[in-house]
């Protein structure tokens, strides 16, 4: 195993096979079922080529439902990307673990989607393995 400055966030993510995620014109309702099968309060929203187009958290929904004057069912009825957050925060593959968990820190979120250059998901870095991980190698 790597030391704690050089392990790297691919040693730690969870695969894109295990990352939640779904396609933009997802209804919500969908969406929510996603991140409810995979226990974890994000799904990434990618295209069909798998490039991340966004997210959506469980936190953005309640803030949402707290914001639109819509009734709930409607809401469940919208596309997924209506309501997600374009543009996230990522870090790929190569990123430092201990410069993740920072980032992490500094934005006050739990998951970061790991892309690559092409801004294709590959993954998702979660808080808790991140820092079991970290805490492993003190």
Known sequence: MSTR???QV??????LTDTPKTASRTLLKEALEIMDHHGLGIVCITSAVGVL????????????LTRVQKPF??????????????GPTTV??????N?????MGQKQIWDLPVVDKDGKLN????????????MSLA
């Open 92 to 97: 790929t593959m190569e990123t430092k673990l």
């Open 123 to 134: 993954g998702l870095l979660h808080l808790h393995p991140a820092i079991k991980t970290i």
């Open 53 to 64: 187009e966004g997210i959506i958290t469980d936190g953005d929904i309640r803030r949402m």
């Open 99 to 103: 410069d993740a968990i920072i980032l």
């Open 5 to 7: 400055t050089e392990i």
């Open 10 to 15: 691919a040693e730690v993510m969870i695969s």
């Open 73 to 86: 069912a409607a809401l469940m009825g919208d596309d997924v990307i209506n309501h997600a957050v374009t």
